[in-house]
């Protein structure tokens, strides 16, 4: 077996949003007795939109 390693937290930012509350409604609903956070359900809805979006669109402007 090999050595533990104790795992990287990704950086992250603070961003502030509203969202309608049916889509909350919604997502709670999705996630209820699920292992899943509502933070961790939006940030995978919005990577698979990006992924989508540049599989339909690739990016015209490099990537910073």
């Known amino acids: ?3 533990f ?3 990287s937290t990704p950086p992250t930012v603070n961003k502030t949003i ?3 509350s049916d889509v909350v409604r919604e997502v709670e609903r999705e996630i ?3 292992s899943c956070t509502f933070s961790a ?3 995978a809805a919005v990577r698979a939109a ?3 979006i540049q599989q339909e ?3 015209q402007h490099p990537r910073q």
């Open 1 to 3: 077996m090999g050595r």
């Open 5 to 7: 390693k104790i795992p």
């Open 18 to 20: 509203r969202f309608p």
């Open 32 to 34: 209820q007795g699920r």
């Open 41 to 43: 359900f939006v940030i």
């Open 50 to 52: 990006l992924e989508e």
């Open 57 to 59: 669109d690739p990016p």
